[in-house]
């Protein structure tokens, strides 16, 4: 598999990597009688045993150090454990928020990647940032909440719910301006064993932190088989061609290509589930994309005009 991504350019990778993901919501649902932390620890873990005969000798070979160690950890906290826990949470509750929002308010992640840099990066923030950034989240804010009324008998679950997803959003959006920095010291298929492992660590533990021993006795061999569909496809999988493809390509180019899944979500979510967003929902979600490429072009023009790029 390793051969075949070589032979496969970056930009295709990264929009192989968003369609896997936009199906992962798909599956998830199928797991809503676990907690989701329960679901993050045994994906991960199979995803670990799948991936550890491919990529053992990539990590054995591989010498961190204690910046790339630390690289490797804050990766794990928020893409591995924090991005995907809130993630599951938000599509577990459907009573609240529909499949095709979630993706889209997950979409804000290059608005967080580029805030955290300019804070903790010192990066230079073009003026036009701000403005771009607002209109973003008053997109999401009509994403979530169509003609912009909130539903005060599911109010709270809905914002709940949106707040899970920007949490995920968040926690990917950082994630991914620490992942291209790991990438320029180590390879792709050690990058990716050392995220697995280490989320494996740090989740399994919070079952038993969170009271949730007892789901571990619970698990059906169908949701085993589950685990593993996500650890081939969506999990394990994607994020390695993911990881493949960054590697090849610049963080503002590889978020302008996984802008793909947020609208093949919609489609899912139309054929699979009925939910169709209503006009406003649609407008708002266009205005939520542009505004989301617009901050990615900054970026471009950014790095063109002499500015320190977060991949750096």
Known sequence: MLKTLKKIGGPALIIIAALLWAFDGVIRRFLYALPPITIISFEHLIGLVILA????????????????????????????????????????????????????????????????????????MHKRYITWAALALVSAYFVTFPN??????????????ALYALGAAFAWGTSTTFSKMLLNKISSQASTFFRFLITVIVAFPFIFISGNSSSIGIITPSQIGLFALI??????????????????????????????FPFVAILIDMVMYHNFLTWPQWIASILLVGSIYEIARLREKGSMDGSPEISS
């Open 53 to 124: 005969p491919f990529a053992w000798k990539a990590a054995i070979k591989t010498r961190l150090g204690k910046k790339e160690w630390f690289l490797v950890a804050l990766i794990a906290v928020l893409s591995g454990l924090l991005g995907t826990l809130w993630f599951t949470t938000a599509l577990l509750k459907t009573n609240y928020i529909s499949f095709s929002v979630v993706f889209l308010l997950q979409k804000l992640q290059p608005l967080f990647a580029i805030g955290s840099a300019a804070i903790f990066l010192h990066e230079k």
């Open 231 to 260: 650890a081939v496809s969506t999990g394990m999988v994607a994020i390695l061609i993911y990881y493949k493809g960054l590697s090849k390509v610049s963080v503002h180019v590889s978020t302008i290509l996984e802008l793909t």
């Open 148 to 161: 912009g009324l909130v539903n005060f008998a599911t109010g709270e679950g809905t914002v709940i719910a």
